[in-house]
Nanobody, 111 residues
Framework: VQLQASGGGLVQAGDSLRLSCAASGSTFSNYHVAWFRQAPGKEREFVSAITRVVDDTFYGDSVKGRFTISRSVAENTVSLQMNSLKPEDTGRYYC?????WGQGTLVTVSS
């Protein structure tokens, strides 16, 4: 499975971004998919996950109510809609499927 994350950028606090994780070599709907992030100097942190088949969703406490994870079967992607962004959301965001990690996309939120 090859994962490609995209959609990061530089935004101001309060803005929104939509990240996307695309899979090649496999069908996303067969897998649980998760987003993690890592800020400079900090450990990688769980952000959100969506389960296979029933699409149950889970969120880290710091993003609950602001982020929404979703799956597009047609596009074979999993997206992370991030609203009301805060400077502490800054970091590189990675999607993960099993032991496979994407290369990450950088999100920078200025105050």
């Amino acid at each position: 499975v090859q994962l490609q994350a995209s959609g990061g950028g530089l935004v101001q606090a309060g803005d929104s971004l939509r990240l996307s994780c695309a899979a090649s070599g496999s069908t996303f709907s067969n897998y649980h998919v998760a987003w993690f992030r890592q800020a400079p100097g900090k450990e990688r942190e769980f952000v959100s996950a969506i389960t296979r088949v029933v699409d149950d969703t889970f969120y880290g406490d710091s993003v609950k109510g602001r982020f929404t994870i979703s799956r597009s079967v047609a596009e074979n992607t999993v997206s992370l809609q991030m609203n009301s962004l805060k400077p502490e959301d800054t970091g590189r965001y990675y999607c993960r499927v099993g032991q496979y990690w994407g290369q990450g996309t950088l999100v920078t939120v200025s105050s």
